[in-house]
DNA sequence: TTCCATTCGGGTAATTGGGGGA
DNA sequence: GATGTCCCAATTACCCGAATGG
């Protein structure tokens, strides 16, 4: 997966995917030209939004 | 979502996004330099329910 | 081979996160 | 109980020119 599409995923810059790549927050592989693919796998794990309970259910709010 | 945008829709301070964030109230994902991105659909559900005349839940903002 | 879009690298400004207090 | 503003440190976004990939 290209740095591009990532960023899009997260809405970040791809720059910043790259800075996670180089502190080694995000697993990457490098072409021989330097260039990055990130495993699909690992760009899902980041997507995974913590689900709160706000349904209409007041008790259990409080 | 940017918490800035989110907080700029709903007229609160950004900080006031990132406790609803804390506190559950609203989904998000974490960057994993630990900043927020809100899925878009999740900020339309808080506008609708802070509407002054439009609430589909009064229930659920309790 | 040339073509264009994307990514590379470094540097700087803006935003965000967390804690504490009004 | 919830929100807005203060601090500082960290993270992120945009600038440039040059190189890579298909």
Redesign the interface.
């Known amino acids: 997966m290209l740095p591009g599409e990532v960023a899009a995923l997260?809405?970040?810059d791809p720059k910043?995917v790259t800075r996670?790549a180089a502190t080694g927050?995000?697993p990457s592989i490098r072409t021989p030209g330097g260039h990055r693919r990130f495993p699909r796998a690992a760009v899902m794990g980041?997507?995974?939004?913590?689900?709160?309970?706000?349904?209409?259910n007041?008790e259990n709010?409080r």
């Open positions: 997260l809405r970040v910043t996670w927050r995000i980041l997507l995974t939004a913590t689900a709160p309970d706000n349904p209409p007041p709010s």
